[in-house]
């Protein structure tokens, strides 16, 4: 972790400071154009360059290589998505959203503090959240699903915040499993304080993880950010107790939109702590669940084919286009193929075709084996 | 109450002795021929006829004369289809259901206990049931939902067993409200013996009521046709607590299938006597709700007249057929005007043109009105 940094890791170091946060279109450009052109546009400070005017007040905040440094020496380290730990499948879903405002994008790269790989980590992930006036109920309950999640393998994610959250992260940990703590500050800032210890302890068996620079301080819009990558690094999300009014359901709602599962834990209909929970279920937004096990079955149907999903794959098939047809058009009958074959079938420059196949894989289309990439 | 039953009653008190529960087949034979013929036919125990063969066993047991009079010095009588006070719209559903068995059918006739007009409690009911095993918290909740729903004039209708069923009574007693017991015996036997207090006091301000004749003692079977009671004469069914098997289960199945809202009431997942209720709001057999504003808000559904009602509205008349289709043509496009007049316009007997009619209004197309009947 303590080699020196790459240019273009510097560069998105750079990014991530001036920018603060998500946006669609300075991810756009950097796809069209590259990472180091548009470090290079934005520190110029061209007038006549958009990105440079819009965050030409940062533009001079060049700490990358000092924020890689001092990061690294207690062993955190940016991800981004050069990375082969960027976790790109669950960031698929933003590409669908059409109603997003610029920063409801997927996070430029992410700041982690921890040595477990971020992509590993997230394969198997369940966001467990809710209020922080938990309950005594609540709290036993969130570690019964999160510690007997943890033990069979899924990485609990959470948001390190008082009540469901803590009683998530400290469960997993309890077992010896994986969590996921994303923070709405800095890595190297320890929020909330009193969880100093606790995110230590993620740090040495899972992650602790943040969009925002070292050094970035919590705010209002960041905590709604943050819940937005909860959802997203969550194959579902679990509110265990949640007020009417809840940061719980801003976290669910995002989980909808990326169209993964959302669970809610009942209670008694006389705890304020169930309120948010009971609307969900009763609105249609969320699934009552009551142990992992239900978890386990709701984000398994994911991964499920059925009838259902057959009627829906044949139907997705039709709409296939541009590189995603072309790529699948390439594929044999049967048998299995490498990226290059595919190339070399489609006529397609090789990276067009590695940036198709994860999302063929998403919809169903194709799966990736030992032996290289096969239809399904 | 103490006048000399006549002969049509006579027929209906004997035809419920000697069929013991409700039969879709005797009914429809006492639609076509009369009660006091279809009586007549299985009292002479003619081995051709259908009915005399099936009920021979039984069709000495001519305690009619007696029942009527024992039960009417205490207070009870027999509501027949022929009286006014006969829920005759709350029977409609069974006449759509077309996988029910024989037996499966609206009662033939109804004992009651108690003054109170049996349509009159029946056109704002609820029904409210639950484990007889409730927690403290089920018995909490039943009574805070039982006792706000009657205070605001619903009539409240259970079982009378032990737990949730009479914490619901109880707590409509206890704000002066009104409620039905319908029991799966005679409303002569006070079942369970404990409950032979609250029983009466049932009988002073709503009704004890049962489809089988004074003298029954309860049986398995007779619950369950028992529940199907519960759920027909409410327009809409609440089950607090439930276990994972549970007869308010039974009673839920019976709601839906006659067309009505089913609600359940979440409870702590670590609690057993929740985990039927919990099972039903996860598998969308029953909807989420915490207070009688819920519950009104769903029953109050069925009255409503939204822009999804109005779809179905204009799917339904394409599907309307026979009398309803008939008597529907010969209204006029504006105001009020009497079975007569439409007898005469549709061609068809006035007692046909009155049973369709509310058929028509319950579907949403007619409505009665202080001058008449008139399109919706």
């Given amino acids: 972790m303590n080699e020196k940094p790459d240019e273009r890791r510097l560069a998105w170091a750079y990014l991530s400071t001036v920018a603060q946060g998500a946006s669609r279109s300075l991810s756009a450009a950097i796809d069209a154009c590259g990472v180091l052109e548009v470090a290079a546009a934005i520190r110029s400070g061209s007038p006549r360059d958009e990105f440079a005017s819009r965050y ?51 996070p430029l790269a992410l700041w982690v503090w921890g040595s477990r790989r971020l992509d590993e980590l997230a394969e198997r992930a369940v966001g467990i959240v809710g209020t922080r006036a938990a309950s005594g109920y609540g709290e036993h309950v969130t570690a019964e699903i999160s510690g007997d999640l943890a033990a069979d393998g899924w990485t609990v994610v959470s948001g390190a915040a008082f009540g469901v959250d803590a009683a998530a992260h400290r469960a997993a940990l309890g077992v010896g499993g994986a969590t996921v703590a994303i923070l709405a500050c800095g890595v190297d800032r320890a929020y909330p304080a009193a969880h100093t210890t606790m995110l230590r302890r993620i740090s040495e068996s899972g992650l602790v993880v943040s969009e925002y620079p070292p050094g970035t301080t919590p705010a209002r819009y960041r905590f709604l950010a943050r819940n937005r990558l909860i959802a997203a690094l969550s194959g579902g999300t679990v509110v265990v107790e949640a007020g009417w009014r809840s940061g719980a359901r801003n976290t669910a709602a995002w989980a909808r939109r990326l169209g993964r599962p959302v669970m809610a834990v009942p209670g008694p209909v006389t705890s304020a702590a169930s309120q948010g929970c009971h609307r969900m279920i009763r609105e249609g937004e969320a699934r009552l669940i009551g142990t992992a096990r239900d978890v386990v079955d709701e984000c398994g149907k994911l991964l499920e084919r059925d009838d259902d999903r057959d009627a829906h794959f044949t139907r997705a098939l039709d709409g296939l286009s541009g590189d995603m047809a072309m790529v699948y058009e390439a594929f044999p009958g049967t048998g299995n193929c490498s990226p290059t074959d595919l190339a070399e079938s489609a006529g397609l420059p090789a990276d067009r075709v590695r940036a198709a196949l994860p999302m063929l894989e998403l919809e169903g289309f194709v799966e990736s084996t030992d032996g290289g990439w096969r239809r399904t």
């Fill in 56 to 106: 030409a007040v940062r533009a001079h905040l060049d700490t990358a290589a000092d924020d890689l440094e001092r990061l690294g020496r207690v062993g955190g380290r940016l991800v981004t998505p050069d990375d082969d730990e960027w976790p790109a499948w669950q960031m698929l879903g933003f590409g669908t959203l059409d109603t997003a405002t610029d920063a409801e994008g997927p």
